[in-house]
């Protein structure tokens, strides 16, 4: 489909006059995207790219899927796109009863938002109401979301702003460990240095009493670093000692995004409570916390989202989670994730400016640095590597704490085929840059 109607260019100027210069645009000449069809989308140009990012890991099934559409065609057929809350909505019921059986937490209760950053705000609201603390433990690097509570939690000084927070926040190590001494270290003394850390931040730096710790089993924004084997184990540890609850970001690693259905599952901990968003509606806004009755009961005062949980986006929700389920795309994601990571590896391994290729199923990132001083992290040429990847019909994303990253999180449908051709135009786009 090619727009008839002004082209990017023109709708670009309009959008800087019109919008906040704080909210980034990708390349030097911003495009609009028009129609899709599974891991492949259309600019308003007619051009296709391969999608290696999803619009931000929302399209989880790609785009065009026709169970999503048909179920909310069906909704919408109905005359009813909202209630409220206060009426009973039979998908919301349903939708709540499978997210707590897929959730592993014993006797889950749920509650349903519109994003990722009202869920973790919903969170951070109950643990410290529940611990009467708002003192709360994240990890370096962290990113939670856009309020000022998600962005207290935030560890990451790129999206923090002045840093103004309800909360008392205290950052530790996550799964980055590559700087400083800590770079030798094995897992196993990796772990420990981390859980000893926990708990002497916890037992001396906190004020006696720490409403929760919320943490990202894979720290997306910053350039999809994997918590270490055992990590998150050995917090819980420490954490179950001190009764502190644990968080579990999902947001970014859920519905099957890095092999497992929720990206803890790596680590066989359940969590106290789990916030996921993004993909659950294959691009309709939801997000929500399932956690434990104790905790999520534990509001004294009434509350509610006026859109959380409503009839089309759980109608889209319950035809993602079946398509996710029917096509068993946690393993299928697990399979081709590690086709993709091996082929990038593979294909980038003379680059002198890839420092690092890393990630879990199907969520993962390059690292470029200055060649020869893997210290030095290199964001002028992830941003060359992004602009030549769409030059050669690919999409990518941006990332990284130094911004040094070029983020890869193709729509969990991508197949074998699509993802060797992906991983030729990131090691064809990183020859560009480094020749231009
Ligand atoms: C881990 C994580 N938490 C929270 C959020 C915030 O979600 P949203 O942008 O839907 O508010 C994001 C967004 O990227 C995220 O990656």
């Known amino acids: 489909m090619v727009r008839d109607d002004a082209g990017a260019d023109d709708l670009f100027r309009r959008h800087q006059a019109v919008l906040p210069a704080w909210m980034p645009l990708y390349y030097e000449l911003p495009m609009e995207i028009v ?12 051009t296709e790219y391969l999608d290696f990012y999803s619009g931000i890991a929302t399209n989880i099934l790609g785009y065009g899927v026709r169970e999503v559409r048909e179920a909310v065609q069906r909704q919408l057929c109905t005359g009813i796109v909202h209630t409220s809350t206060f009426y009973l909505i039979r998908a919301q019921v349903e939708v709540a009863e499978r997210i707590g059986r897929l959730s592993g937490i014993p006797d889950p209760v749920v509650f349903f938002t519109c994003s990722g950053t009202e869920a973790v705000e919903t969170a951070l609201l109950l643990a410290t109401q529940y611990r009467d603390s708002h003192q709360i433990i994240s990890l370096r690097y962290a990113y939670h979301g856009r309020s000022f509570g998600a962005l207290g939690v935030t560890g990451d000084r790129m999206w923090q702003g002045r840093g ?18 800590l770079g030798s270290l094995d897992d196993t003394a990796y772990v420990r240095v981390c859980a000893e850390e926990l708990e002497e931040t916890i037992t001396t730096s906190t004020p ?64 106290d409570l789990m916030v996921f968003a993004k993909g659950g509606g294959n ?48 393993a299928h994601a697990a399979r081709v994730g590690d086709l993709l990571i091996e082929e990038l590896r593979r294909n980038l391994a003379n680059e002198p400016w890839v420092r690092e290729v890393r990630g879990a ?62 991983a030729r135009r990131v090691a064809a786009a990183t020859k560009d840059a480094r020749e231009n």
């Open 35 to 46: 129609a899709g069809a599974g891991c492949v989308v259309t600019d308003g140009e007619g």
């Open 208 to 271: 006696g009493r720490t409403a929760a710790m919320i943490v990202e089993p894979v720290q997306g924004v910053a350039g999809a670093v994997p918590l270490v084997p055992g990590q998150l184990g050995a917090y819980k540890e420490v954490l179950d000692r001190h009764d502190v609850p644990l968080i579990v970001d999902e947001v970014q690693t859920g519905w099957g995004r890095t092999g497992q259905f929720w990206g803890h599952q790596w680590h066989e901990v359940t969590p």
């Open 361 to 422: 199923g199907l969520l993962m990132a390059v690292e470029y640095a200055q060649p020869g001083s893997p210290a030095q992290p290199a964001p002028q040429m992830a941003e060359a590597v992004q602009e030549a990847c769409r030059r050669r019909g690919l999409l990518v994303g941006l990332g990284g704490t130094f911004h040094d990253c070029a983020r890869i999180m193709p729509p969990l449908t991508l197949s074998a085929e699509q993802a060797r051709e992906g």
């Open 283 to 330: 691009g309709l806004s939801m997000g929500g916390v399932v956690g434990r009755r104790e905790i999520m009961s534990c509001l004294p005062v009434p509350s509610l989202s006026s859109f959380g949980g409503n009839p089309l986006a759980m109608a889209a929700v319950r035809a993602t989670i079946d398509y996710i389920e029917t096509h068993a795309l946690p």
């Open 164 to 181: 103004l927070s309800p909360l008392r926040v205290a950052h530790v190590r996550g799964g980055g460990r590559r700087r400083g001494e």
